[in-house]
């Protein structure tokens, strides 16, 4: 029998090619001329996951290694419902690094596939159980494991501070003119927090709005009850969100987002998702209550290739009509 001679594991390749395709993502001009308004609206759907997370994903990746509590061995741990996941396992996989994604069972099939493509392993937890769960598990697991390296997205003050330097900074050189209003949806606030103080310090006159849902206002001070617009509202303000430069919020029902993503699919051929189509949404309103030619920004977040099992893939109105998920 033939017994090779015991070698060291390959040291494993690290390839940042990917890395050189995230931000700097074009701002488009839409125009929307029932309603009389132009929307400039930010692409990051085009960074190479999907998703404006990818932005999060290199930040937080490069920083851990730079300081050293990234190494070879370790495991990178986050609960997340779909986009950050997709993102950390697109960045795991390029620069060699172990990736662990905690989900609900209820995420939807193509987001389990992404992550799984890209090589990381998925745990669900019950669909019943809240985001919490998760994170208690991703605690859990970290407090048992010293390889775990947790992102945290929704504490990791990294998560605003980088759009503040990406983002934001882009935001500002691509716009035409002074931006009146800026307005996003939050998951985690990361967004809407770090391009918003961005573009207040360099429009000092600019707003400042955050998106939610009609159902689940909580900045309005509403009751959080079940929404379709997916990867925002997760049923508390987040962290982030208290340094937040806010000017007030706006309200979003989700058939209104839904019917606007489909106008950005089918009119604009912009394969955006539903959070997309709420942020596009709000802009408009906003937009109409200002002077004519008021610039007012807003953020396209992701694909609509994650959701190809979800209502957004149904015919239009039967979209709209089906009982809330
Ligand atoms: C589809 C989608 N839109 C918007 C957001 C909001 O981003 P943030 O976490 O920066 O608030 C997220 C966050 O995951 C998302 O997945």
Not at 11 to 33: D, H, K, Y
Not at 81 to 98: E, P
């Amino acid at each position: 029998m033939h017994i090779s001679p015991s070698r060291p594991p390959p040291a494993v390749q690290r390839n940042e090619a990917v890395l050189s395709l995230i931000g700097n993502t074009p701002l488009v001009a839409l125009r929307f001329e029932p309603e009389g308004v132009t929307i400039h609206a930010k692409c990051e759907f085009l960074n190479p996951s999907g998703s404006i997370k990818d932005r999060l994903a290199q930040c937080v990746i490069l920083d851990a290694e730079a300081r050293g509590v990234l190494g070879p061995d370790s495991i990178i741990l986050e609960c997340t419902s779909g986009n950050t996941g997709i993102s950390l396992a697109m960045i795991g996989a390029a620069l060699g690094h172990r990736v662990t994604i905690l989900m609900s069972e209820s995420a939807s099939n193509e987001r389990r596939q992404f992550i799984r493509q890209f090589g990381a392993e998925l745990i669900l937890f019950e669909s019943g159980g809240s985001y919490q769960t998760g994170i208690d598990i991703s605690l859990e697991m970290a407090a048992k494991d010293s390889r775990y390296f947790l992102p945290r997205q929704f504490e990791n003050p990294l998560n605003a501070e980088d759009h503040v330097h990406t983002t934001g900074q882009e935001i500002l050189r691509q716009v035409p003119h002074p931006v009146a209003a800026f307005v996003a949806g939050y998951g985690t606030g990361g967004s809407l927090a770090g391009c918003g103080k961005a573009i207040k310090a360099g429009c000092p006159d600019a707003r400042v709005i955050a998106m939610e849902p009609d159902e689940a206002a909580m900045l309005a001070g509403e009751m959080p009850c079940c929404h379709w617009i997916e990867g925002i509202a997760g049923g508390f303000v987040p962290p982030l969100l208290r340094s937040a430069p806010l000017d007030g919020s706006i309200k979003i029902k989700s058939a209104e987002a839904m019917a606007m993503t489909h106008r950005l699919n089918r009119h604009f051929g912009l394969l955006v998702g539903t959070s997309s189509g709420a942020n596009v949404a709000a802009a408009v309103k906003i937009a109409q209550g200002l002077p004519h030619g008021a610039c007012v920004v807003t953020l396209l977040c992701d694909r609509a290739d994650r959701y190809f099992s979800t209502r957004l893939f149904k015919d239009p109105a039967a979209a709209l009509d089906s009982p809330s998920i």
